[in-house]
């Protein structure tokens, strides 16, 4: 598909909040885009102390001085409706990557598994508004994974050493993501 809006595959542990990125795929010169997205019953978009939904532009694909706005809401029938556009017909720079994130909530009695995450009623439009490109339907997947790895034994000699993501040596597990290495434990003389 070419001049569309879609999802970043995405995996996430129940109980998280993670950036879900919104990325375009196009060949012609765009300057706006509308869409709505639909999550998975139970994810949730972040909102602020006064309600209003957390996204926002990324950097990656404006153009210098960029003067596009992006409008976020929530609608009636669940979905998050995106409105981007530019007052001075800048257009998006490049042909495909993230153009915007949107944070989520990911409930913490969420099942592993995939679920899919929507998109419909898409519009995009060129510096000429009576250009524009229509897509009905885009789905792409939040993968929930596990959120602890049970059963680590430290047997046959091996000594189980447990780390966060950014590399630091943890007593235990703990919730979200950890990660782990065995190393062998000499016992005896040398």
Same mark, same amino acid.
Not at 31 to 44: I, K
């Given at each position: 598909?070419?001049?569309?809006?879609?999802?970043?595959?995405?995996?996430?542990?129940?109980? &998280? &909040?993670?950036?879900?990125?919104?990325?375009?795929?196009?060949?012609?010169?765009?300057? =706006?885009?509308?869409? +709505? /997205?639909?999550?998975? @019953? =139970?994810?949730?978009?972040?909102?602020?102390?006064?309600? *209003?939904?957390?996204?926002?532009?990324?950097?990656?694909?404006?153009?210098? +001085? @960029?003067?596009?706005?992006?409008?976020?809401?929530?609608?009636?029938? =669940?979905?998050? *409706? $995106?409105?981007?556009?530019?007052?001075?017909?800048?257009?998006?720079?490049?042909?495909?990557?993230?153009?915007?994130? /949107?944070?989520?909530?990911?409930?913490?009695?969420?099942?592993?598994? +995939?679920?899919?995450?929507? /998109?419909?009623?898409?519009?995009?439009?060129?510096?000429?508004?009576?250009? $524009?490109? %229509?897509?009905?339907?885009?789905?792409?997947? /939040?993968?929930?994974?596990?959120?602890?790895?049970?059963?680590?034994?430290? +047997?046959?000699?091996?000594?189980?050493?447990? $780390?966060?993501?950014?590399?630091?040596?943890?007593?235990?597990?703990?919730?979200?993501?950890?990660?782990? *290495?065995?190393? %062998?434990?000499?016992?005896?003389?040398?």
């Amino acid at each position: 598909m070419d001049n569309v809006i879609y999802v970043a595959s995405l995996s996430a542990a129940p109980g &998280t &909040t993670v950036p879900l990125s919104v990325c375009m795929k196009n060949s012609a010169p765009i300057r =706006g885009f509308q869409f +709505d /997205l639909y999550l998975p @019953d =139970g994810v949730t978009a972040v909102k602020n102390n006064k309600g *209003r939904i957390q996204a926002s532009l990324s950097k990656e694909r404006l153009p210098e +001085d @960029d003067e596009h706005t992006l409008t976020v809401a929530e609608q009636v029938d =669940g979905a998050v *409706r $995106f409105l981007c556009g530019s007052q001075y017909d800048e257009t998006f720079t490049g042909s495909d990557g993230e153009v915007a994130t /949107l944070m989520v909530n990911i409930p913490a009695d969420m099942s592993p598994g +995939d679920y899919p995450v929507m /998109l419909k009623d898409m519009k995009l439009t060129e510096t000429d508004i009576s250009k $524009f490109y %229509e897509t009905d339907y885009v789905e792409s997947t /939040l993968s929930i994974i596990p959120s602890s790895i049970e059963g680590v034994l430290n +047997d046959g000699g091996r000594e189980v050493q447990v $780390f966060s993501l950014s590399g630091q040596r943890l007593a235990a597990t703990r919730k979200g993501i950890n990660t782990s *290495r065995s190393e %062998e434990r000499r016992v005896g003389k040398e």
